[in-house]
Each structure stands twice: as C-alpha cells, then as structure tokens.
C-alpha cells in the first residue's frame, strides 16, 4: 500500500497563509465587484464553457479575481466557471471560482453571490482535495461566510473592504424551517417530487426560493432546512458544476454541522471529472438529507 506524503510543517504553514491571502483578496474584490454590477447588467458575446451566455458582470469578475488570486506567490491555478481552460499562474494552491452565482438575478436586481473553493491538488481536483470554501453574498449587506479550519464565520464586508467576523462557530440550527428546490418542476422526477410534496406539507417549513444557489444555500445556513437543484428528467447530472459550486457548497454546510448529497452520497465523495462537469446538488439538515436519499432510493 502507497504511503501518502505528509506536507511538511513549512508547507502547511504556506499553505495557511496563501488560504488567508486568498480569502482576504476575495473579501476586499467584494464591494469592488458589486460596485461594477450597474452597467453590466447586459450579456457578453462569447458563450461561456456550460453553454450559456454570461453577462458582463460575469467577466468582469472572473477578470478581477484570476488577476489577483493569480498574483498571489501561493496560487498555483486559478479556474472559472467563465473560462474553458485552468490559467497556471506558478505554483502552489488552487483555486475554483464562481465569479458570479446566480447571474439571471442581475436584470431584476435580486441576490447573488461570488463561490471560491480551494484545493491543495491540481485541478480539476477531488472533494478530498479541498482545504477551505467561501461565499460571498451580495444582498442588502455584502456578507462573507467562510469555512476553513473546521469552523464556519460569518463576516460583514464594508464598502471600502474591510470586513469584520460577525458570526464564529457558524452551525445549522437544528429545527429547519426553509425549502428551495430549483429546476422547472415538470423536469422533476416523482421520487423527488414525492419527497418535496411531504416537505411543503410539513406546517414548520417555508419556501424560499430566490434563483441564486447562494441567497438560497445562506437561507438554510441561516434558518435550517434543504436546498435543491435536483437530478432532472432531461438532465440526470442536474445544472451546478462540481468544482466551483458542489464541493464548495458542500464543504461549507458539512462544517457547519448540516449534509450534502449528489442523492447517494456526500457531495465530497462526488467523483472527480471534467473542471466543468455537474452534478445534482442537495444541501441542509441532515435528517432531511437522509429522507431525501432513503425517498430517492427507493
Ligand atoms: O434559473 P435556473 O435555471 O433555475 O437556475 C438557477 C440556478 O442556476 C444558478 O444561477 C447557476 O449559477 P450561475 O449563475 O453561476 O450560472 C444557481 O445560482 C441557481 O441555483
Ligand atoms: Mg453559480
Ligand atoms: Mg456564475
């Protein structure tokens, strides 16, 4: 059996500073980003890797971000959801970003968020392979979740950059109260719409559901309950990509005490493929993600 080399003491070190530079450049881009939002409310020409049209926003974010993560001694690569290809830029950590999550929210003026995962491999790398996961949500505050060192912490970010933890130890509660499941219902399997249907009779849970993975992912990181963008009849692999939203949001509600599944397993146990594939995605409590596979399996 091959014995897997231990990083020495200087290089978790390293590593620990690049996860704190990273997440520092990520907080400080933040008001920068929502700042350039108006203006670039409009789509770009170019296709991105999954298909679809980015806006504006969408680049000028990705642009942002690749140049200063990039910049950083311990970033090794840097890829994103806007771009077909990972940009080696020396060696060291990598980093996935999801420049903009929930990027239709931007003509109505709703939530979105910016999705950065960390891993200490080449990409695309394994759930196995992450070291720390972060969010940033751009809503009535800008506010940073971050999971790293098996804590989870809510930070505030101010306009000129500076940021403040608000919230330590960040864990699910444990009577959830709120659902949102994505995908156009007729494309759900009955399985999964079975399950659904229990969970909007339930008189304790309601649904909150805004089109952006992320204001949906913090609505049951703040309130308890299950997030979805389920397996679709269509689409068996769901629409989220594995390395810059499932094993992110993944990582981020396992810290904080929920679960996380592809339907059969933890979402960190999805295996790894291509940087731009998908996988369905349910997060949240875990006695909901465990009725969710028991109903999905059956
Ligand atoms: O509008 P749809 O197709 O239901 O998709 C909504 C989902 O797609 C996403 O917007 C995909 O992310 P991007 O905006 O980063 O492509 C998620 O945030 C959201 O959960
Ligand atoms: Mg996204
Ligand atoms: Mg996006």
């Known amino acids: 059996m091959a014995t897997e080399e231990k990083p020495t003491s200087t290089e978790t070190a390293s590593n620990e500073t690049t996860i704190t530079q990273i997440l520092d450049v990520v907080a400080r881009a933040a008001p920068e980003i929502r700042a350039g939002l108006p203006g670039r409310r409009i789509y770009a020409e170019q296709n991105n890797p999954s298909g679809e049209t980015p806006m504006e926003a969408d680049i000028y974010a990705d642009e942002m971000l690749c140049e200063r993560l990039g910049d950083l001694d311990g970033v090794g690569e840097y890829a994103s959801e806007e771009r077909q290809e990972v940009i080696d830029t020396g060696s060291g950590l990598s980093v996935c970003v999801d420049p903009l999550d929930g990027s239709s929210n931007l003509k109505p003026n709703n939530t979105?968020?910016?999705?950065?995962?960390?891993?200490?491999?080449?990409?695309?790398?394994?759930?196995?392979?992450?070291?720390?996961?972060?969010y940033v949500l751009y809503g009535a505050t800008t506010t940073m979740i971050t999971a790293y060192d098996d804590t989870v912490t809510e930070y505030v970010v101010q306009d000129d950059g500076e940021y403040e933890a608000?919230?330590?130890?960040?864990?699910?509660?444990?009577?959830?109260?709120?659902?949102?499941?994505?995908?156009?219902?007729?494309?759900?399997?009955?399985?999964?719409?079975?399950?659904?249907?229990?969970?909007?009779?339930?008189?304790?849970?309601?649904?909150?559901?805004?089109?952006?993975?992320?204001?949906?992912?913090?609505?049951v990181l703040t309130y308890?309950?299950?997030?979805?963008?389920?397996?679709?009849?269509?689409?068996?692999?769901?629409?989220?990509?594995?390395?810059?939203?499932?094993?992110?949001?993944?990582?981020?509600?396992?810290?904080?005490?929920?679960?996380?599944?592809?339907?059969?397993?933890?979402?960190?146990?999805?295996?790894?493929?291509?940087?731009?594939?998908?996988?369905?995605?349910?997060?949240?409590?875990?006695?909901?993600?465990?009725?969710?596979?028991?109903?999905?399996?059956?």
């Open 166 to 219: 608000v919230r330590e130890d960040v864990t699910l509660p444990e009577d959830p109260s709120v659902y949102g499941f994505g995908g156009r219902v007729p494309e759900w399997i009955d399985p999964f719409t079975e399950y659904v249907r229990e969970v909007e009779s339930d008189p304790s849970m309601k649904l909150r559901y805004g089109g952006s993975m992320i204001g949906d992912v913090n609505q």
């Open 224 to 298: 308890g309950g299950i997030f979805a963008y389920p397996t679709l009849t269509d689409h068996p692999e769901g629409k989220l990509r594995v390395q810059f939203e499932g094993y992110p949001v993944g990582y981020i509600l396992e810290t904080a005490g929920g679960r996380s599944s592809d339907g059969e397993q933890s979402l960190m146990d999805v295996e790894k493929d291509g940087l731009h594939s998908r996988t369905p995605v349910y997060v949240g409590n875990e006695e909901l993600i465990e009725r969710l596979e028991a109903a999905l399996d059956d």
């Open 112 to 134: 979105l968020g910016t999705i950065l995962a960390v891993y200490d491999a080449p990409l695309p790398a394994a759930g196995s392979d992450m070291v720390a996961a972060a």
